[in-house]
């Protein structure tokens, strides 16, 4: 039976696709969407993992990945583990670029500088800065403003530490980083065929005759991404697209103009995923795996000379602005050296890896870099949240609660708690379960809600 409302020209074009797979998709199409979730290891540690995956009805691991799950539900935002960082809800099929990378296997990590060029809403940001795991350098970009915001509340949440995101277009980074990464992900904007059981709204933007448009805006990206690229890296291009003319005809036509090799992938993305022609073009279709529509391939660029960007040392904080920080920072038991910096009004706290990449990159749009610990307001340190949900595990002051306690509750919906354990005065972290949620201002009998607004439920 027809899918309802999917548009006609679409329908012939999978059908020519498929062929006797077609009444396969067809039916899976009929069916409800999977829903994903990851378990973030810098926030969640193994006597968390049990309760996460009994408390969010996990029902089963996604095979090509350590952390990805299969879930009853995706509407999990409201939970308190989502709150915390401890979740991060994604689509199993969008999993698949980062674990085509195999980026786990890299020996050095602490030297690796990577790209996500076209990241939001932060999914393949967030697996690759979990791999990472505080080492290294992950930039992550987002051209359009309102969803690189969305992308900077992710990353934050999430607790990352490595982190730079900026708001520009492929071009604008090209001509400050040129030749400085080892690996480029390019999630690509696409036609979204394979969103469309997910999120049906997806269908009325398809336009058959768009599918050429978004082949050349494509062309374009990896124009600017192989700039970027050292000689000897690795770039995965993905889509979350059916059509040959934006998967494999866009890859095959960057590997003959750029001087790239086809990648072929581990055995669990073989099994996982399905290909036409090129072996290591892998699609991965609703009726065939347990998630939604991807297309994913990894190339690895040849022996080229490239042209290398120049640095500039970055500006130094004035005086009130390192005693202020200080100053807040006396409530945290860091095991790190503080190395600040400023992006726009805040205050940041990057390591050395992250301040030689901010020197690329003075003349660019970064919106955040590292963690966030807040900004100089009249006189004083105002903490931002960030500082919390990444510095919380080394916070002096901790109020611990469990999941079902009704204080964790009320702090959620922003209300004013009691300093029931006589915390001296300063700052404190909410944790649900050991796993940091927010912030507090700890003053007399009272602990002041710093949980934003826009966070609260």
């Known amino acids: 039976m027809k899918p309802i409302d999917l548009p006609e020209q679409f329908l012939k074009n999978m059908q020519t696709l498929l062929k006797e797979d ?4 067809l039916q899976a199409m ?4 999977v829903s994903g979730m990851r378990i973030n290891p810098i926030k969640a540690d193994n006597q968390n993992i049990a309760s996460i995956k009994a408390e969010l009805n996990v029902i089963k691991q996604v095979p090509y990945t350590d952390n990805g799950y299969i879930i009853t539900s995706s509407k999990i935002g409201k939970h308190p583990y989502h709150m915390a960082g401890a979740v991060y809800v994604q689509e199993p099929s969008s999993m698949l670029a980062v674990a085509a990378s195999e980026l786990e296997k890299q020996e050095d990590k602490d030297a690796l500088r990577i790209l996500d060029l076209c990241a939001a809403p932060g999914g393949k ?6 791999i990472l795991d505080g080492k290294g350098v992950l930039v992550s970009n987002e051209i359009e403003r309102p969803r690189a915001k969305i992308l900077q509340s992710n990353v934050e949440r999430m607790g990352y530490s490595n982190v730079i995101i900026t708001n520009a277009s492929p071009e604008q980074l090209s001509k400050k980083l040129s030749g400085l990464f080892d690996y480029i992900f390019v999630d690509a904007p696409c036609g979204g065929e394979g969103m469309f059981r997910k999120d049906p709204d997806t269908i009325k933007e398809w336009k058959a005759e768009r599918i050429e448009s978004n082949s050349e ?3 374009q990206i990896l124009t600017f991404a192989n700039d970027m690229l050292k000689p000897n890296g690795k770039l995965i291009y993905s889509t979350c697209t059916f059509n040959k003319a934006e998967n494999e005809d866009v890859v095959e036509w960057f590997s003959d103009n750029f001087n790239y090799q086809f990648v072929l992938p581990n055995v669990k993305i073989i099994e996982a995923t399905t290909f036409l022609s090129n072996p290591a073009c892998r699609r991965f279709y609703p009726h065939t795996c347990g998630g939604e529509g991807q297309f994913v391939c990894v190339l690895k660029k040849g022996e080229v000379d490239v042209n290398l960007s120049q640095n500039k040392k970055l500006a130094k904080l004035g005086k009130q602005e390192i005693t202020l920080t200080s100053e807040f920072l006396d409530d945290f038991n860091l095991p790190f050296a503080i190395n600040l910096t400023k992006v726009g009004e805040n205050i940041c706290l990057i ?6 990449m901010l020197e690329y990159m003075q003349f660019l749009p970064v919106i955040n870099a590292g963690i966030t610990l807040g900004n100089i307001t009249k006189g004083r ?5 960030n500082s919390f949900t990444a510095l ?19 702090y959620l919906h922003g209300e004013q708690l009691q300093n ?3 915390l001296a005065k300063g700052y404190g972290v909410v944790t649900v379960n050991n796993i940091s949620v927010g912030g507090v201002k700890i003053s007399g009998n009272s602990l002041k809600n710093l949980l934003p607004k826009g966070l609260r439920i």
């Open 22 to 25: 077609y009444s396969a998709y």
């Open 30 to 33: 009929e069916a409800s969407a």
């Open 125 to 130: 940001t967030g697996q690759i800065a979990e």
């Open 217 to 219: 805006r494509q062309k």
């Open 351 to 356: 390591n050395q890896n992250l301040q030689n």
């Open 381 to 385: 340190f105002v903490p931002h949240n």
């Open 392 to 410: 919380g595990k080394y916070c002096k002051n901790k109020i611990h609660f469990g999941l079902k306690d009704d204080n964790l509750y009320k």
């Open 420 to 422: 029931q354990s006589n």
